[in-house]
């Protein structure tokens, strides 16, 4: 059994949304083991994270999925504490080959949530982790382009997802951003069910035609849910 740890930090849920869409996804991966670890404040004492439950179970996930909101341009200050806190693993090369995704959340359309994937990037490489990219084309850049399409703010580094400062985490399910993390965790899930013990894998590359057949369903499900 394959194993992938989606770790997140999320004060307010938004990110935790997306967290468990992702997971929503890998689990749908037949044989792999999907587990969702929140970060929180209160495992921070004088600027260090620790938490030995949380560090042993990274230890033996085969992939990590890494996401925070975007605070100030750049990842929440609880989740690059948890960072810094892998210090013995980057000494030890424990994490080294393991596969490393990463996703954020903020508030404006665009936020600077860029610099965050990057900072998480640059996390996994010091790792000497493999990072995944999210694999699906650019939504909502044409005229007939919506907010429910896959990939709606166009991220290729790591998924982005964003919400309105008046809405509550609910609205992370009512757009495209919900369809672009459950898609990535399945495309995580495969690739680790792949990495760990050589499975078939089949590169999907769809078509403007199978883009836009996606995004439909997402904008049919946001307008089931009300
Ligand atoms: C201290 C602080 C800084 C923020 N900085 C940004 C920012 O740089 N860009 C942005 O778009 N939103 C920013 N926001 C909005 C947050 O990104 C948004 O509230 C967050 O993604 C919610 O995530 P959560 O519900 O998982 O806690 C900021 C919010 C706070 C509290």
Do not use: C
């Not at 509550?168 to 013990?197: K, N, Q």
């Amino acid at each position: 059994m394959a194993t992938v740890a989606v770790v997140y930090h999320s004060p307010n849920g938004h990110t935790r949304a997306l967290a468990e869409h992702i997971a929503q996804g890998a689990k749908s991966v037949p044989d792999v083991d999907v587990h969702l670890v929140e970060i929180r404040g209160d495992q921070v004492s004088e600027g260090r994270w620790s938490d030995a439950a949380t560090m042993e179970l990274l230890k033996r996930s085969d992939t990590i999925v890494f996401g925070a909101p975007t605070y100030m341009g750049s990842l929440s200050a609880v989740f690059k504490a948890f960072l810094e806190g892998a210090f013995y693993p980057f000494l030890g090369q424990e994490w080294k080959d393991k596969l490393a995704g990463g996703f954020t959340h903020s508030a404006s359309q665009n936020g600077d949530k860029l610099f965050s994937l990057q900072q998480l990037a640059v996390f996994a490489a010091q790792m000497n982790m493999q990072w995944i990219s999210v694999g699906d084309s650019a939504g909502n850049n044409w005229t007939g382009g919506t907010i429910y399409d896959v990939n709606r703010l166009g991220s290729w580094l790591g998924v982005m997802g964003q919400t309105n400062v008046d809405e509550g985490p609910d609205a992370v399910s009512a757009h495209g951003d919900m369809v672009t993390a459950e898609r990535y965790g399945t495309r995580l899930a495969e690739l680790t069910a792949r990495w760990a013990h050589g499975q078939e894998y089949r590169i999907r590359r769809h078509t403007a035609e199978d883009f836009r057949e996606i995004s439909a369903h997402s904008a049919a499900a946001a307008a089931a849910r009300g």
